[in-house]
């Protein structure tokens, strides 16, 4: 199954519009290594893809059961993870301009 998911991956349509990747662009990719246990490449192909995971994983608790997770908490998730991917695609960009 995983297999034919990996052959069947979304295109990115920002890269596809306008030649380079988005914020995202790894993700699919790396969350496949992450299934088959590669931890180390999944890292290196998208880092910010285990706080998403686990940001996700807040907002399905917090879906479940509103009052074990504090909206002040969930914005401070949201935040620092939107965080993490705009340091990630700002130093990716930075080696892609100076390499």
Not at 11 to 20: D, N, V
Not at 26 to 39: C, D, K, M, T, V
Not at 58 to 70: D, Q, S, T
Request: some cysteine; proline content about 6%.
């Amino acid at each position: 199954m995983i297999t034919w998911l990996q052959n069947h991956l979304l295109p990115c349509a920002f890269k596809t519009l306008f030649g380079i990747d988005c914020p995202i662009c790894g993700f699919q990719r790396a969350f496949f290594l992450l299934l088959q246990g590669r931890f180390t490449n999944s890292f290196q192909m998208y880092p910010p893809l285990i706080p998403c995971l686990l940001f996700l994983l807040v907002i399905g608790i917090y879906l479940v059961k509103k009052e074990a997770v504090k909206p002040l908490l969930l914005r401070i998730c949201c935040f620092s993870v939107l965080g993490i991917i705009c340091v990630n695609y700002f130093v990716k960009l930075s080696f892609l301009i100076f390499s």
